[in-house]
């Protein structure tokens, strides 16, 4: 392989020295002088933002037989595809390896303007709503649906083009479903159509993602992510990049989950049995080098620092973590698996500063499996806003704590960790990037969000009636919030639930009127879902790229990205329990002590579900996939003791998800020792 250089008539410039270095990702890069950036030419740094790719404009244009390459793929991957392109019968044959492929280069001419996919999806597409929250310039759908195009490098001369463009357009649409209806019926209550403001809010079923999946698309990139030199090389296809950036949803939510373990993190990854199997097993293999695992003791009366020493030692290391704690003996997966549950709980406690309605768990609810002092958020856990004015001690430490929140979460994907802990889906939507307005403040606070869309749909209505002739339509003076006047309402000028939290101190006096409603939603929307969580936001993501790069994950959707942190919740019926958990050592399916186990837990709650779950095997949760999932499989055995078994108590190895079990004389005694010892039996590990 060789590399020469273009000299352009008109611009004759002293010969630049440039080579061709063979790392990880096969990139082509200019010999930089010293004291000079690194990044003056060739292919970006792998993993790196699109923000950062566009902002450094490229020197250097590389070329081979004439055509400019992509910068986006890899040097192997544009050689792989000019041989396709030439319609060669076999590819990658000996003589393929021996060949002498000639890389051109040249300076870069001035940039212009950039008409990258990156930059036309985020194209401004004017709007007279932005100001209310809903930008459409801020959706992709929405970008690509006007633009008429999707945010990839596939060609558009392609009848399969327009296919995909109406399939993103279906998805789209679909997505977004509840923000087209409730603006919708926005713009009918503010022309007079509708007239009750209970009917501003939809109820709106979406289409499942299973229906958009392609089989036979999915097929085929399952058999690229099984190709050795796929594995080795982690360089697939263009089509199958393209389309995972522009299309993921034609791809099953396992076949996305491999794509991005490999892209992520790389073979060696893919070989620790982290891969998600429906059918019920986790896909597991012992090929490959050993891994590299570190232990780390940690406090139990001090999990935040102890988790954040952790993370300053090992968050950039690939080694999978194990935990031990310290005065204890127990290690392995059972108190790995226990840390991240015991740092969950901790994130949600109520004093830190991180999360809307910080109020105690109140005396009689049903929350028993989290302490009094945790934050209770039935819709999901969502930073609360801070002013941009606040830099006190306090809001360094929120900042701190959102960076270790990125750590945390991070390292607990690529380890194949569950927490457990509740997001709210417009959280998840801020960690895959995606801006939020007014119609996703409902997921995690609905009757504040019910009254912005009110109050958004009255300040329509006043726009509308001013562009009336007043004989035909009511007087804007007229207009009044359930029968009341705004100015009776007798609202501050600031956030609701966080009163120090102002427009500005010189109008920290003002009530909100009808004059000024649609500026006080404004700043509301503002401050919620933007730039009062704007700094928490950068912190959690900076903390989080320390392990990998945020931006992988957005192949997944919120529910997907909720299932691969916090599993799911299986329902256990008798045929699932007896398919899926293994009977051994004295215990078959249809031991009359097993019949009893299983009728009890089938009659668990779901308090006493978690209390056994994690008394079994260290969390509170199920893996995705449920309770097939588990790895290594839930296994009963018969308990011995030299005394009376219904004196005896049930014990468990938590790293093999082992229960032992004594023959307990009937059913009403197994419940009652089984309750005693998941709630007894918690909070320290010794050895079995």
Known sequence: MTLRKEIPAQNLLPPFQGIIRENQSSSVEPCSKKGSPSSAGGQPERNKSTGTDCAVQPKLVFSLKGKELDRSVTLYQSILQDQINAGADVILDTQFWRSVHDITFRTAANPEKDDSPENLSNAAIPTDDSKTGLMWQALPFFSSLLLGKIPCKLDRSNSLYDILFMLKVLEGLNRYSFHLVSNERNHAFAQGKLTDLDDLKPSVSSVPLQEFVSAKLTDKLEQQL?????????????????????????????????????????????????????????????????ISRKKFKVDRDDILASAAKMMRS?????????????????????????????????????GLGMWRGELPCEAGTDNTHIGPRTVVAPN??????????????????VNKRFHLLGQVLAKAIKDGRILDIP???????LILGQELNIYDINSFDPELAMTLMEFKALTCQRK?????????????????????????????????????????????SDNVTGENLEEYVSFVVEATVKSGITRQLEA??????????????????????????????????????????????????????????????????CHERRAFLQFITGSPRLPPGGLAALNPNLTVVRKHSNNDADDDLP???????????????????????????ITEGQGSFHLS
């Open 226 to 290: 099984h190709d050795p030199l796929v594995l080795r090389s982690r360089c697939l296809p263009l089509w199958c990049t393209e389309l995972m950036s522009a299309c993921p949803f034609l791809f099953s939510f396992e076949a996305r989950w491999k794509y991005f373990q490999l892209t992520a993190f790389g073979s060696s990854s893919m070989q620790r049995g982290h891969m998600i199997d429906t059918s019920g097993s986790n896909i597991s293999t012992e090929r490959g080098s050993p």
């Open 314 to 350: 090992y968050a950039k290391s690939n080694a999978l973590l194990e935990v031990e704690y310290e005065e204890e003996v127990g290690t392995g997966l059972g108190p790995t698996m226990e840390f991240y549950t015991l740092i969950s709980h901790e994130f949600q406690k109520s």
């Open 380 to 397: 999901g856990l969502f930073p609360r806003p801070w002013s941009a004015s606040v830099d006190c001690a306090s809001f360094l430490e």
């Open 423 to 429: 997001f709210s889906k417009a959280f998840y939507k």
């Open 464 to 508: 509308y009636l001013e562009s009336c002739s007043t004989r035909e339509c009511q007087s804007t003076s007229d207009l009044s919030y359930r029968g009341c006047k705004i100015e009776d309402l007798v609202i501050d000028f600031a956030v609701p639930g966080y009163p120090e939290y102002v427009l500005s101190l010189e109008r920290t």
């Open 540 to 605: 959690f993501e900076s903390g989080f790229s320390q392990v990998f790069p945020l931006s992988t994950l957005r192949a997944f959707s919120e529910d997907e990205l909720e299932r691969l942190l916090c599993g799911e919740q299986d329902n256990w019926d008798f045929v699932k329990l007896v398919d899926h958990i293994k009977f051994d050592h004295g215990y078959t399916s249809s031991s009359p002590a097993v019949l009893n186990l299983l009728e009890i837990i089938q009659e668990f709650g």
């Open 651 to 677: 014990s468990v190895m938590t790293c093999a998800n082992y229960l032992k079990l004594p023959a307990y004389c009937s059913k009403e005694r197994m419940r009652e020792k089984l309750l005693y010892a």
